[in-house]
């Protein structure tokens, strides 16, 4: 499939024009997609049972069903404790993606091909072209793009299980990538692969800062990740310029490759050293980014989803630079790009490109009453009383204004699969749609790559209650949202009860909603730092009842009112803040290890 641009001798243009061509074309490039895909794979074990051969496009529509990941988990399972035959792709499996969402409190595990990771490789070619027939003259500087690796497992077949991103910085198409102008970075590779993340965010910073004049980009994959870069600096700045200042790398970082790529650029540079110095001593750090990268033209940053909350902190510190979403992809599969990068976040539409995969799309009908943010499918594998299968629409059939949670058939073996994105199509590029980011179907709270839906809340919750019992206590109602006012952000809950409770039994309140949420929310808080103690607001008694008096007054159904268990209003959360009587704070971390490979077993939870 239509994917290389590395023979032309103007590798930006080429690259714009197979856009055009592949947009341009979108049906018939789908449709050779889906045959190359079910060419390659009819013979497997998952598809033979549905196919019995056929690779027709009538056939599969018809007999292949609508999945999520709790239907093809033993399937994967059984690749990762060593089953080498062609279970669901004709194709070796060369590795397992760890997705951000969870199944059984654990991880989800994607299979991935070698051929894979030239597709990745190709949606990452397009993005600069694109910036720069916006921004020309990006080839004249750098980026400061703050890249990190995160913790693997080796499972019982030999296979990695580790992040896509992971996957992706140690693969030989990142490592051994040719010089590309447009695509120079301060970090030394060296760097981005270092295993400790808190020398890793040092060194890259100290890079960074080494090259402030040459900077004229910054970023990192999401909003999150670089405004934990932004609270590093602020802690660790004085550091930083004594290291400049000296020229010497701190003892501390021991990483011997990551100590030598840095210690290979610096030198002892006093004047830079109280450059640096005079911005960061000053009280606000407002506009801190182009105060210390004077050349900076953008952030490159995903703030589309629940990245979103983090805008106005991104516009405090980076003094009202242009904020780019420049791609849309998963562990499952890299799906498109943005084609207007200077959009505004509320504007941003990803095209996506019909040869990553197969795309189908299922309607997402609205309640009466419904909104965006609360758009939803029926779970009983039929919308409106429709096989879910004789519902989906395929890619250029798509309608403008219409909601669609996205399914995808890939080449690794995924087939039909529910990704569980909540996409709004916004428009058309040539034949190919284009979709606003609006949700993740089930998510309630996220602030880095966590995503803790109602069910595991309402879990985590009432292994709390139970520590209320002695106390004679009760939890009257309880509703959640992500406070990101601060840096990490947290979790929040207000709480009513029934009496007052002294501080420590709220406190272990705290921690043992921590501790009984998924694996993802734990490593966030425990390995990565990346989210903050887990709070709960106690408020008054009857907050609830004024709660449902004021969405009643805003229109919500008497008869179908249900205490919303996520605020995201503005007005909603005043009122509940105003009735807050204490606050508490988890005092302890909670236990996280990497998942063990020998719990793979075709009956273990662990996906």
Known sequence: MEMNIRCAKDKGEAALQLIENLTARAGEVQRKVLYEILTRNAGTEYLAKFLNGRIDYDSFKINVPVV????????????????????????????LLTSSGTSGGQPKIMPSIPEELHR???????????????????????????????????????????????????????????????????????????????????CQLLCGLLQRDEVFRVGA???????????????????????????QLSDWIDDPPSRIAVMKMLSPNPQLAEEIHRECSKKSWQGIITRLWRKTIYIDVIVTGTMAQYIPTLDYYGGGLPLVSTMYASSECYFGVNLKPLSKPSEVSYTLLPNM?????????????????????????????????????????????????????????????????????????????????????????????????????????????????????????????????????????FWELTTFLDASVLENCCSTIEESLDYIYRRCRTRDKSIGP????????????????????????????KTPRCI???????????RVTASYFSKRLPSWTPYSPGSLNPNSQLH
């Open 68 to 95: 999520n990941y709790e239907d093809i988990k033993t399937y994967i399972q059984r690749i990762a404790n060593g089953d080498t035959s062609a279970i669901i792709s004709a194709e070796p499996i060369s590795e």
């Open 120 to 202: 990745k490789t190709f949606l990452y070619s397009l993005l600069m072209p694109i910036m720069n027939k916006y921004i020309p003259g990006l080839d004249k500087g750098k980026g400061m793009y703050l890249q990190f690796i995160k913790a693997e497992v080796t499972t019982p077949s030999g296979l990695k299980a580790r992040p896509v991103l992971t996957s992706y910085y140690k693969s030989s198409n990142f490592r051994n990538r040719p010089f590309d102008k447009f695509n120079v970075n301060t970090s030394p590779d060296e760097t981005i692969l270092c295993p400790d993340s808190r020398q890793s965010m040092f």
């Open 221 to 247: 994959v999401f909003a999150s990740a670089f405004l934990r870069a932004v609270k590093f600096l602020e802690e660790n700045w004085k550091e930083l310029c004594h290291n400049i200042r000296i020229g």
């Open 357 to 493: 995969a197969y795309f189908e799309f299922l309607p997402v009908h609205k309640e009466n009453g419904s909104t965006a943010e609360n758009l939803d499918l029926q779970s009983n594998g039929t919308t409106n009383g429709k096989k879910m299968e004789d519902e989906l629409v395929d890619l250029v059939d798509v309608k403008v204004g219409h909601y669609y949670e996205l399914v995808v058939t890939t080449y690794a073996g995924l087939y039909r699969y529910r990704v569980g994105d909540i996409l709004l199509v916004t428009g058309f590029y040539n034949r190919a749609p284009q979709f606003e980011f609006v949700y993740r179907r089930n998510v309630v709270l996220s602030i880095d790559t966590d995503k803790t839906n109602e069910e595991d809340l309402l879990k985590a919750v009432t292994n709390a209650k139970k520590l209320l019992e002695p106390f004679n206590a009760l939890l009257s109602e309880y509703t959640s949202y992500a406070d990101t006012s601060t840096l990490p952000g947290h979790y929040v809950l």
């Open 568 to 578: 995201k209003s503005f007005h909603t959360l005043g009122l509940l803040n105003s």
């Open 534 to 561: 887990l709070e709960i607001r106690v408020v008054k008694a009857g907050t609830f009842d004024l709660l449902m008096d004021y969405c009643l007054n805003q229109g919500s159904s008497y008869n179908q009112y």
